[in-house]
């Protein structure tokens, strides 16, 4: 395990580069204008690091939440616990994040459309600085559960987050724009994971560093908004507010919106399967990696490293490239099809070779197939309804992150390899409806022209 622990700090030297590319990112300056708009000078860093800090909550805890949350249900169950009730608490107290993500989503990002952007990123950040102080002092599963469940009513801003980037540029760059949000969650994995297990071990195993580093982040995050994200929402609803299933349903009756979120949904459940047990399929005893218990934080932080690091490259550059040439639909249907073999034989190839070549290819097909999806979900949504459905589409990926650890911890103890096989099957879904029920938009020439061989 010492070239695990070499690989781990070779790889953090080279984050500070892509964070520093990702986070230094503008929108094009308009001097003719002092109040954001599609044409507008307006920096995004904020909200790059809005999201980026999103993701770190979610995966810089994974390794605590796998491992001590399973000893926090060992000991409220009992010694006589059944496996699969052990699971099923640690996966839910995974899925308590998405459950709070689920039920707010939607109706910040509807708040949003109606009283402005800025209100919701502020009060967002204020409060993860509160879940996180708790989660440092969280000492038994129901205050687990409940610092957990205040990180994701702050991270229901994405939508927000999204749509804040949407009011404020042209449709045909907005793939691009949506990368730099997209690579921040790349750049998120990266940090994440590793940052996490070092926390732990310095602090001994337990979660006081790791709560108070994050609670002091998005305490800066929180003063960047106030001092630098004007308001980007002058297109504000008179009001209308509706729930979330009437949401869905005026989503579906737009012309491929529908098609769209249900596609983002399954793919979403079908990548928890990895999200939600891939610390524990390392060091599983009845599988083929047997990683030790001591060093399984630090060796699997070292593989999803590699899938953020790909992925952050893949959406702050390889996009600009690779997108214009294909056109997001057709983009969003060859990289969902390579998912899937890909996921498939994740639990099947030892690492690090030849298994870090699949993570790879995951961070590669993951980074150029998301700012794709979020892209057209994008150009579908009405201008007036941007927050509401950016809001809606991640509280589905929120829904999707409820159910998955849940079915996917339950599903591991009966064989490791079973969620993997499972959310290969699911991502099938997706990829066959991009091929075959989603149409391109009428002024999609790059997309028409790649389908229909002109």
């Not at 920096?43 to 995966?59: E, H, K, R, W």
């Not at 893949?314 to 997108?323: D, K, S």
């Amino acid at each position: 395990m010492r070239n695990c622990k070499k690989v781990t700090w070779g790889i953090q030297n080279h984050i500070a580069g892509n964070l520093a590319f990702v986070l230094m990112a503008e929108i094009p300056p308009d001097s003719n204008s002092k109040t954001p708009s599609r044409e507008s000078a307006v920096s995004i860093f904020p909200l790059v690091f809005t999201v980026f800090l999103d993701l770190l909550g979610f995966a810089m805890f994974l390794p605590d939440l796998q491992l001590r949350g399973e000893g926090f249900a060992h000991g409220f169950l009992g010694p006589s616990a059944s496996a699969m009730m052990v699971g099923l608490l640690v996966g839910f107290g995974q899925s308590v994040y998405s459950i709070a993500q689920l039920f707010t989503g939607s109706w910040l990002g509807r708040y949003s459309d109606v009283n402005g952007r800025r209100p919701v990123l502020l009060l967002s950040s204020a409060l993860s600085v509160v879940a996180y102080l708790l989660y440092a002092h969280a000492d038994n599963i129901f205050l687990l559960y409940l610092s957990r469940a205040l990180s994701g009513i702050a991270a229901a801003n994405l939508g927000v987050a999204f749509a804040y980037v949407a009011d404020v540029t042209k449709p045909e760059e907005r793939s691009a724009k949506i990368g730099l949000l997209g690579a921040a969650f790349g750049v998120g994995f990266i940090v994440g994971p590793a940052l996490g297990a070092v926390l732990l071990k310095v602090g001994h195993d337990k979660p006081y560093l790791l709560g108070y580093f994050a609670a002091a982040l998005c305490l800066v995050n929180t003063i960047l908004i106030w001092r630098f994200v004007p308001e980007s929402n002058f297109h504000r609803l008179d009001g209308g507010r509706v729930s979330f299933v009437q949401g869905l349903k005026r989503a579906a009756a737009i012309p491929g919106l529908g098609v769209l979120l249900l596609m983002f949904f399954m793919m979403n459940l079908a990548f928890t399967n990895l999200e939600a047990t891939f610390f524990r399929l390392l060091e599983a005893p009845n599988w083929i990696f047997h990683v030790p218990k001591a060093d399984v934080k630090q060796f699997g932080a070292v593989i999803l490293t590699v899938v953020g690091v790909t992925g952050a490259i893949t959406q702050g550059g390889l996009i600009r490239v690779i997108v214009p040439k294909l056109g997001e639909l057709n983009t969003l249907r060859y990289f969902y099809s390579a998912f899937i073999p890909v996921f498939y034989s994740i639990p099947f190839f030892s690492f690090y070779f030849p298994g870090l070549i699949l993570t790879v290819l995951l961070g590669f097909t993951n980074g150029l197939s998301g700012p794709s999806m979020n892209s057209l979900i994008s150009q579908r949504a009405p201008r007036e309804l941007q927050g509401s459905i950016m809001g809606m589409n991640q509280s589905l990926g929120s829904l999707a992150r409820v159910l998955g650890p849940m079915f996917a911890n339950t599903l591991f103890s009966i064989k490791p390899s079973m969620p993997y096989l499972w959310g290969g099957t699911l991502a099938l879904v997706p990829a066959v409806m991009a091929w075959f029920v989603l149409k391109p938009l009428p002024n999609d020439k790059t997309s028409e022209a790649a389908t229909f061989g002109r």
